[in-house]
């Protein structure tokens, strides 16, 4: 496993290479070495430094790491398109098993979440605590829509600054913090060779998510059922964290998750944040799931 280390006490993460599944190359990020693993998985289209905000918060507490999925920030490409979430629940199993990883707390957000709940119904006895920020096994409709039409409306994007391209996160996220959407603009891009800037991420995930509407209900209504499933299977204390203003997690969702599924679960809602709770209310995420991990 390469590592490139970071000077220690900056509060800046060691970056370094894991294997993944299929013998993928991912890409995981490290602010401290000690203690029980918490690990943090991002949402669609995001990256690992999304959680840069709250990972110095824990990493005097937790061994602390986020990881990049297969496709996204600077994890490698699948050539042969497997972006499944049981392929990237096998991502998490490799990583895990790569860097001695026998039992941990996992923070999920969006598409993380949904990988977070799919792990620890797989493997329940190895979650010592699990945090699902903003997701849940049904999607508010609302959502959905939106996610698909910015999808559909942008399939191979390029920008001319980091700056242009922030300016078109604002758009996907109105409450974002500017600090924090520069940072998604700054490590979600690459430069081409004629100068501008494209996503790292896989069109092939793009293209996925602009699938046909039929057979996208098809495959979400499996995922509602496997989530559903998976849920109920999870032993560890479990935070369900809802930003007020969401269009994805429905309180309706969010109450039965915690109410009549989970066996210990508990629910915090950020106010002033829509789906992206850290970046939208990053001191309002920080105070919710600072109670719960560092209780």
């Not at 699902?132 to 829509?145: H, K, Q």
């Amino acid at each position: 496993m390469d590592e490139t280390p970071t000077e220690a006490g900056t509060g800046k993460p060691t970056s370094r290479r894991v294997p993944g599944a299929d013998g993928i190359s991912l890409h995981l990020l490290e602010w401290s070495h000690e203690g029980i693993p918490l690990l943090f998985l991002h949402g669609f289209g995001n990256e690992a430094h999304i959680w840069d905000d709250f990972a110095p918060v824990v990493a005097p507490h937790y061994r602390t790491l986020a990881l990049d999925h297969r496709g996204h920030g600077d994890s490698a490409w699948d050539e042969k398109g497997r972006y499944e979430h049981e392929t990237m629940v096998d991502d998490v199993e490799a990583v895990t098993d790569a860097l001695g990883i026998e039992r941990l707390v996992v923070v999920g957000h969006s598409l993380g979440g949904r990988i977070s709940t799919l792990f620890a119904g797989r493997h329940p006895e190895r979650l010592a605590g699990l945090v699902l920020v903003d997701i849940g096994p049904e999607v508010d409709p609302r959502g959905r829509m939106r996610i698909r039409q910015d999808v559909e409306s942008n399939v191979a994007p390029t920008f001319g600054s980091i700056e242009e391209y922030a300016r078109v996160l604002s758009l996907a996220y109105p409450a974002g913090r500017a600090d924090a959407l520069m940072r998604m603009a700054r490590f979600s891009l690459r430069s081409r060779d004629d100068g501008r800037l494209e996503l790292k991420m896989d069109p092939a995930l793009r293209g996925a998510m602009g699938s046909p509407a039929e057979d996208a209900e098809a495959q979400e209504a499996l995922m509602v059922r496997a989530q559903w499933d998976a849920l109920a299977r999870i032993t560890c204390p479990t935070l369900v964290v809802r930003g007020a203003a969401s269009d994805i997690l429905s309180p309706e969702t969010a109450d039965r998750m915690v109410d009549d599924v989970l066996t210990n679960g508990r629910l915090a809602i950020v106010p002033q944040a829509g789906h992206s709770v850290m970046t939208d209310n990053p001191e309002g995420f920080e105070a919710a799931v600072s109670e719960f991990v560092l209780a």
